[in-house]
């Protein structure tokens, strides 16, 4: 089986920077995705890392390394509109499916 | 505009009257797929479609069925359905899988009575 575990809930302070980590354990791995996804609405994508090393999108990043089974989102800035859920999910080799995690709920603070 | 479509976005029905949500997607995307969220257990794959007439089981299958008739299209069917397929619902379609992810339809919330 695959196994993907994130914290449940996070709470940060507005303008502050935030990490929420990831680590997976799967029957091979072809990818992961990091997913945002406000109360009720669709997961949107943010992004995605096959290789190791980090990936700087504005002011989101994300982070894999491969040998450990683990990645984290980075949140710079941190605005209010960025309370929401994010979610880790990751490819399976030979699958063409996404795994998530139960997702991380993060609240931003004044 | 490019996007998944969803229909209804609100649902509630009775146990064991047969109810179909429709997906559709204007990407000419390859893949489909069909997830349930549910509070602390997250997205779980019901089932995906990699092309027209395949389909396959995801990790929850039991009690739905699909079909994938056309490209753009990719119904889930309730044949029966139970209280405890009282879920939001999401369709999502990808152009390779991998490196696009998924791009998800605005989600369908289910009450079975």
């Known amino acids: 089986g695959q196994n993907i575990d994130q914290p449940t809930e996070m709470t940060a302070t507005e303008g502050a920077i935030v990490q929420i980590n990831c680590t997976y354990q799967t029957s091979g791995f072809n990818g992961l995705f990091w997913y945002q996804q406000h109360a009720g609405e669709a997961p949107t994508f943010l992004s995605y890392n096959v290789l190791d090393g980090l990936e700087e999108k504005g002011r989101f990043s994300s982070f894999l390394s491969r040998s450990k089974g683990y990645s984290y989102l980075l949140l710079k800035e941190l605005q209010m509109k960025d309370s929401a859920s994010y979610l880790c999910?990751?490819?399976?080799?030979?699958?063409?499916?996404?795994?998530f995690g139960t997702g991380t709920r993060l609240t931003v603070i004044p | 505009e490019a996007q998944v479509t969803q229909n209804p976005r609100y649902l509630i029905t009775v146990t064991g009257k047969k109810l179909t949500v429709t997906c559709s997607q204007n990407m000419n995307h390859e893949y489909m797929s069909w997830y349930r969220q549910d509070p602390g257990l997250g997205l779980r794959q019901i089932y995906y479609s990699m092309n027209v007439e395949v389909t396959d089981k995801g990790d929850v299958p039991e009690g739905y069925k699909v079909s994938r008739k056309e490209k753009r299209n990719f119904p889930l069917i309730l044949e029966s359905p139970s209280p405890n397929q009282t879920s939001l619902y999401f369709c999502a379609s990808s152009l390779g899988g991998q490196r696009y992810g998924y791009t998800f339809g605005s989600g369908t919330r289910l009450t079975v009575v």
């Open positions: 999910a990751v490819i399976v080799t030979g699958a063409n499916n996404l795994f």
